[in-house]
């Protein structure tokens, strides 16, 4: 069995997973609420996503009648998760992404005869745990079961999901799929699961740059729009000028949230976002598409770190809020909240981000600007935007109705395409969706240039947190930091893939 990961623990058998989470399990079930969506009137919130015709390149799927079916999913509720995770809603949403949503689960319900029935939990532990109870007892009881992306990764490798290629209607080449994220999730070519546009937290889980206008402009800061179009927005151009707008506002020497700044963020926020925005990996594929941890022997990857390191040393260019508490908004929720809470009172030139924080921003007093994050160099082949680990619905392998659910699936990626992706650009953006034209394009630009890191997400832990440590440390060892775990490191990518072997 693969290790799982559960809150405060390691790695473990998924045996052991069953058996701790025995006991959790009436608890998990009283948790879960359902409710079975047979409304068919309309919502009242609307989109620009509802001018899509809702037909395009669904012309190979079957035309198919199921009967009423009640096709079962699991998922977690927005309100436990902080973005949109559930899978349905209420006739009369004003969000628009939910009016989105409920307009596509009523055309697809329609069109096959179906009825959507979801049950919600409170959280990732839940889904995984409720997951591993029903499959492990060969229960057939979902069509559609979340997974927080790690959890499904190691489930996937352990035989409990039903594999992409299994799925007959499922056509991955198809422009709704996110083709570099699903390539990376491969082993020995084998696609446990994939990512499409159905996934929208894994959109809203993409990380992007925020700029405020207001200090690039009064600092003659290069603009960033013009940059990225010109394929001159570097890692450079960020901090440097990150650099050059520092000052010390109240003139006490000591540089912090009361004085303007270069950057803000989380550690695991901004250096795996421009490492993989530089074009970096911790771990690579080999020719047989085997996971590697390379990060050691890459000699540009380490001159990257002690860059990125040198200017973290400098308090004023890098303030990460994870590694040091502000002074105004400490004690007013999580590191992350006073990342946001800096960059919104208009204290730091950049932002490094998810995309659904700008549903945070609408109401910022400064004008802000959205770019992917920038490119080690000029001569870089593109821009790379590093996806989070998203939480995505897989197919269990207890599931009798393979045919029917990969129907169902790949209507939702086409559907969610044509009605939900405009719908979340405009509900992001607010007001500033019309005033900023470029906003849309630099959306459009990020959800293309998706990709991931193994090392920032199934091993994050060992990988991505270790380097966090040693950017903490600010001694620069780079080197001896990343060589120092390769044994262990290796240990765990070979548990996966012996796993994989049997």
């Known amino acids: 069995m693969i290790p799982g990961r559960l809150p405060g623990k390691g790695f473990m058998k998924t045996v052991k997973i069953i058996s701790l989470l025995l006991a959790l399990l009436i608890t998990a079930a009283a948790a879960v609420s359902c409710r079975d969506n047979t409304r068919k009137d309309a919502p009242t919130g609307k989109s620009s996503g509802d001018t899509g015709s809702g037909d395009d390149g669904a012309g190979y799927l079957p035309d198919a009648d199921y009967g009423g079916y009640r096709f079962r999913i699991l998922s977690i509720a927005n309100e436990n998760s902080g973005i949109y995770t559930g899978f349905d809603s209420e006739a009369d949403t004003t969000d628009l992404v939910l009016a989105a949503q409920y307009k596509r689960n009523r055309k697809i319900e329609s069109r096959y005869n179906i009825v959507f029935s979801e049950d919600d939990v409170t959280g990732w532990e839940e889904l995984s745990s409720t997951f591993v109870n029903y499959v492990s007892s060969v229960s057939d009881e979902y069509e559609l079961n979340m997974l927080i992306q790690r959890e499904a990764f190691a489930y996937g490798v352990d035989g409990y999901i039903t594999r992409t290629d299994k799925l007959r209607y ?229 599931n009798t109705r393979l045919d029917m659910t990969s129907v169902i699936l790949e209507a939702l990626a086409i559907e969610s395409r044509n009605y939900v992706f405009d719908a979340y650009y405009e509900q992001s953006l607010k007001n500033r969706y019309t005033n900023d034209p470029n906003a849309k394009e630099m959306l459009d630009l990020i959800s293309s240039t998706r990709t991931i890191d193994l090392g920032d997400t199934v091993w994050q832990a060992d990988i991505r947190n270790k380097i966090q440590d040693a950017v903490w440390k600010k001694d620069l060892a780079f080197n001896s930091a990343l060589s120092s775990i390769k044994s262990y490191v290796d240990l765990m990518i070979g548990i996966y893939l012996d796993e994989l072997a049997k």
């Not at 570099?180 to 084998?190: K, P, Q």
């Not at 990380?207 to 960033?224: L, S």
């Not at 080690?376 to 989070?388: A, F, P, T, W």
Request: some cysteine.
């Open 170 to 398: 499922c056509d991955t080449t198809q422009p709704w799929y996110v083709q570099d994220v699903n390539r990376a999730l491969t082993v020995n070519g084998i696609q446990f699961f994939s990512y499409s546009s159905e996934c929208l937290n894994m959109f809203a889980q993409t990380n992007c740059t925020v700029f405020n206008k207001r200090i690039a402009g009064d600092n003659g800061v290069e603009d960033p729009y013009e940059l990225v179009k010109a394929g001159t927005w570097t890692l450079d151009k960020m901090l440097s000028s990150a650099k050059a707008v520092t000052r010390d506002l109240n003139a006490d020497g000591v540089f912090n949230d009361y004085d303007q700044l270069g950057i803000v963020g989380e550690s695991d926020m901004i250096y795996p976002s421009l490492w993989i925005g530089a074009g970096y990996l911790t771990v690579e594929k080999d020719g047989d598409d085997y996971p590697v941890y390379t990060a050691p022997s890459n000699e540009g990857f380490i001159d990257f770190l002690t860059l990125i390191g040198g200017y973290f040393n400098e308090d004023r260019v890098i303030y990460d809020t994870q590694y040091r508490p502000t002074e105004q908004y400490f004690g007013h929720g999580t590191f992350r909240d006073e990342a946001t809470a800096v960059f919104r009172s208009g204290s730091a030139l950049y932002r490094v981000a998810i995309i659904n924080e700008l549903t945070v921003l609408g109401d910022m007093t400064d004008d802000f600007g959205i770019v992917p994050n920038p490119k080690l160099n000029e001569e870089q082949d593109g821009y790379h935007s590093r996806v989070i680990d998203g939480w995505l619905y897989v197919v269990p392998n207890t």
